[in-house]
């Protein structure tokens, strides 16, 4: 039986988004609904992987599909593909499963040639119309089919309108359009030395190929790797009947979200122009007016549309993206998705339709992507220093929250910047596709054109950057790299800040305050809460750093690195003197200094969490680390310690290891001086018996003891612990509850696991050292070439960004099925950065820990990750068997 490759509209519905594409899918369910849809079809994504894998093979049979679907097309529509005086015209859209938009390509008006475009001028009597048709068309089919670059057909339109004196693409005139048609065919033959094709099937085959191959271009793959979606997965071919926006005075075109993507209010929020077509108001080009506006142009459509939409947010459970044209009146419906929206707006959104009773809390739970949280963790300009801000013009708020950085004006630029380190603006007259990597090395974007709905604002959204759009009073000028506002003139480089919510543009770097996060976040991260069954906690090393992660909803502290509690001016002399001390006595000296350092920091961060957990790491790092580097630093140490600045050189020199990370740190450092984790142990325990005296709480210190690799190991520096935590409650006369652990990091401690687990409380994973080990790659130098690796797909993803499941995951794996054999009392978490990265909490909830811990602001991300997890194997419990691993995929 011959396999189907193109589906009718009316064949489709939107559960087939895998085979027909998010487009093609709700395509067809339009139609179903009885909908204004142009008619078409869609060409398969299974076609599009077909077509890689087997190039010029397939498109015989895909071919005749093709033709027997147009001969369809043409009796429903009364036009004829092959017929000049009566031509049936199409669009050619991609349309991959998941929303790219932007991403990959569309040609217009398709059909167009010398002789049809007489005929389409004949037929609708506007010649104006028709010959700016075939004009779009060329350089829509050369940029997209030919890769002729857009500049090349820009340039010639420019100096027309400039010539001229005009502003915008509708005032050219018809005598203006041949001869931009003529010049535009000129082009075409020089960049790709071919005649313009007059054939429309010529011009269907090359097109539906190129949207193929757009499949695989680099701002494409660059945008799957950004949303992690799947490589393999090919894009659907949408062809559809022409409507024309362009038509004149009551034609029109647009796009419209039935909510606010920016806030998420409820109300319908869009923009259009009239007397165009799509691009122009997704490019930039004109800036168009307010969806309300169209109740005053066309109130019949208006209320028509406002309906429709109302009906497709309905029938889709979600906040809907459309594109609509309005020809001669009459209204059609080209797209409807799933709104790309902010962080800000996706939280409103889910809250709204829970409390209207669309959504469960689950299904809201799921709407959210973990990475949008990190948008609403972004800072916003200081309040208080606003007044003193030099406010240089006001654009579109397109994208929130705030940004700084030097001004660049063209993708590479912003690129190369951005790997120095540089933060960037990316300052452009609009945005295109191939914009992409520029707008994601970018802390902001800003345009001189474009509206709410145009490629920089959709595309920054969905980024989570920055975007003011549409800033008239930039003129900006990329081949000379300056942007004048006002009287000011500002080059490549030169300091610029935008607000994304306001839409203003500041001179230099404003200054910023970190987010408040109430009302319906904390709404929605209840809910989180009450879901997820794996504890998520913070790494944190400070009463400040504390504070931030119980405000955003940390259940403790899983990693307190007490080395971090050294580096203050004020206590770096005495660790540098300890570190030098002569003899266990002098050392003894400096370290009793540390102790009371220590002890208020452990007082102040018990008092905190009151009952609320803190796992507290003992000394790892190489002791080099704290030594001074700068001659300065050396010559006052030395004359502290009453020494010689050669001898205290020769006594720094005489610590130099090959290897320190693989050399005198973590508990080794416990074995040669006992004393020290001795101090540290005495100064977690007194801080708690404080705070637990203060606070009248039950606190129950965590000590982790690092870099363990034998059992024997941790006995003895376990029993040196407990000797010294043992004088504290003698010395106090009380005792409370404690726990002592260690940190599973090193790859033989994970396979004796059962062992050290008969000495341990609590097992917590160091995936950063342990991934490091494992790979044998130094996380100091992997960067000089892991890059390469992902570059060439030998390393996806970059393994000290989420875990590698299959190497490193296993490791882990195996040490908590030992250490809980062996102790079934053992507590097991992961403290690594892993415990903030979505892909790697899936994997820790599968095996069964009981928390992760990350950085404070990756708190709530880890949140909403452990949440999903859990609601996705719930449902996957319920599964049929036979479903369970299709599911799983999906």
């Known amino acids: 039986m011959t396999k189907q490759w193109v589906y009718r509209f009316s064949e ?55 033709e027997t679907a147009l001969t369809e097309l043409e009796e429903t529509v009364g036009k004829s593909f ?80 400039h010539v001229n004196g005009y502003e915008f693409d509708n005032q050219l005139t018809l005598e203006d359009l041949t001869d931009l048609i003529r010049q535009y065919k000129e082009v075409y033959l020089r960049e790709t030395g071919e005649n313009f094709p007059q054939e429309p099937m010529d011009q269907l085959r090359q097109s539906i190929q190129a949207v193929f191959a757009s499949w695989n271009n680099e701002r494409a793959i660059l945008y799957r790797d ?34 606010n993507p920016a806030t998420g209010e409820k109300k319908l929020f869009g923009e259009f122009l009239m007397n165009a077509q799509g691009e122009d108001v997704v490019a930039g080009i004109r800036t168009p007016l307010s969806i309300d506006s169209l109740q005053l142009v066309m109130p019949a459509v208006y209320t028509e549309f406002k309906t429709i939409a109302e009906k497709l947010e309905e029938h889709y459970r979600d906040m809907q993206d459309i594109e609509f044209t309005i020809e001669k009146g009459k209204l059609y419906l080209l797209q409807t998705r799933n709104g790309k929206r902010t962080a800000t707006a996706a939280i409103s959104v889910a809250v709204d339709l829970v409390n209207e009773g669309i959504l469960s809390k689950e299904e809201a739970v799921l709407r959210i992507e973990t990475g949008q949280l990190d948008q609403l963790l972004h800072p916003t300009f200081d309040e208080k220093a606003l007044p003193n801000a030099i406010l240089l013009a006001t654009g579109l708020g397109a994208s929130p929250g705030a940004a700084s950085g030097h001004i660049y004006f063209s993708t590479q630029d912003a690129e190369e910047a951005n790997k120095q380190g540089i933060p960037v603006i990316l300052v452009r007259r609009e945005t295109s596709p191939e914009d992409l990597a520029g707008m994601v090395s970018s802390e902001g974007i800003l345009t001189a054109r474009g509206g709410m709905t145009s490629h920089a604002a959709v595309v920054a959204r969905g980024l989570g950057k920055c975007c003011v759009a549409g800033c008239t009073a930039a003129v900006i000028n990329e081949d000379t790299r300056t942007v004048i506002i006002g009287d000011i003139i500002l080059h490549q480089g030169d300091t610029l800040s935008i607000d994304g919510a306001t839409g203003r543009v500041y001179a230099g770097n404003v200054p910023k305050q970190n987010p408040t996060l109430s009302g319906d976040f904390n709404t929605f991260m209840g809910w989180v809460n009450d879901i997820k069954q794996i504890g998520v906690k913070a790494n944190a090393d400070s009463p400040a750093d504390l504070r931030q992660a119980l405000a955003l909803g940390a259940e403790g502290i899983g990693l307190c690195r007490t080395e971090h509690m050294f580096f203050h001016k004020d206590r770096i002399p005495a660790m540098r003197k300890m570190i030098l001390a002569r003899s266990v006595e002098e050392r003894k000296k400096y370290l009793s200094q540390l102790l009371g350092m220590q002890r208020q920091d452990f007082y102040e961060m018990f008092a905190l969490l009151q009952e609320k957990p803190m796992t507290v790491r003992l000394l790892d790092p190489p002791l080099h680390e704290f030594l001074p580097v700068a001659k300065e630093d050396k010559i006052a140490l030395a004359d502290a310690m009453d020494t010689t600045l050669s001898q205290l050189e020769e006594h720094i020199d005489s610590l130099h290891e090959v290897n320190p990370m693989l050399g005198h740190r973590g508990c080794r450092l416990a074995v040669t001086y006992p004393e020290i984790y001795r101090m540290q142990a005495r100064a977690i325990i007194e801080g708690a018996l404080q705070a637990a005296k203060e606070t009248d709480s039950a606190i129950t210190p965590e000590i982790m003891i690092p870099l363990v690799c034998d059992v024997d190991e941790l006995r003895y520096v376990k029993s040196e612990i407990e000797e010294e935590i043992d004088e504290v409650f ?32 609590f097992f917590s994973f160091g995936t950063n050292d342990m991934t490091q080990m494992g790979f044998g790659f130094s996380r100091d130098d992997s960067g000089k070439f892991l890059q390469e690796y992902e570059d060439k797909g030998l390393l996806k993803p970059n393994p000290f960004h989420s875990l590698d499941v299959k190497g490193i995951g296993k490791l882990v794996k195996l040490s908590a099925t030992l250490g809980r054999e062996a102790n079934p009392d053992l507590v097991l978490g992961i403290c690594g950065e892993h415990g903030g990265d ?53």
Not at 731 to 745: F, R, V
């Open 82 to 161: 092959h017929d000049p005086a009566n031509p049936l015209l199409v669009s050619v859209r991609s349309g991959s499963a998941f929303s790219m938009p932007g991403m990959m390509d569309t040609i217009l008006n398709l059909g167009l040639n010398d002789k049809s475009v007489e005929g389409l001028a004949e037929q609708t009597q506007n010649p104006t119309f028709a010959y700016d048709s075939y004009r779009r068309f060329i350089q829509m089919f050369g940029d997209v089919v030919k890769n002729v670059s857009r500049i090349h057909f820009e340039s010639i339109l420019d100096t027309i309108k």
């Open 730 to 761: 003698i010395e106090q006369n009380i005792t409370i509850p404690y726990h002592i652990g260690t940190m599973i990091e090193i790859p033989r401690a994970a396979v004796t696991s059962d062992e050290i687990a008969t000495e341990a409380d």
């Open 226 to 259: 950004i949303h992690h979606i799947a490589h393999d997965l090919g894009t659907a071919v949408n062809v559809q009947s022409m409507v024309f926006g362009n038509r004149g005075d009551d034609s029109g075109t647009g796009v419209a979200f039935t909510r």
């Open 838 to 890: 979505p892909r790697s909490i899936a994997f820790f909830y599968s095996i069964g820990l009981d928390y992760v811990s990350c950085s404070p602001f990756r708190v709530p991300i880890a949140r909403l990750a452990a949440a999903q997890e859990t609601i996705k194997q719930r449902k996957q419990e319920t599964l049929p068997e036979h479903t369970k691993v299709k599911e799983a995929v999906h």
């Open 12 to 66: 489709g519905s939107k559960e087939q988004k895998m085979l027909l594409g998010g487009k093609g899918a709700n395509l067809s369910e339009m139609t179903n609904l009885g909908l204004p849809i142009p008619p078409g079809f869609t060409i398969s994504t299974e076609s599009c992987i077909h077509f890689f894998d087997e190039g010029k093979t397939l498109w015989p049979a895909l071919n005749k599909q093709i």
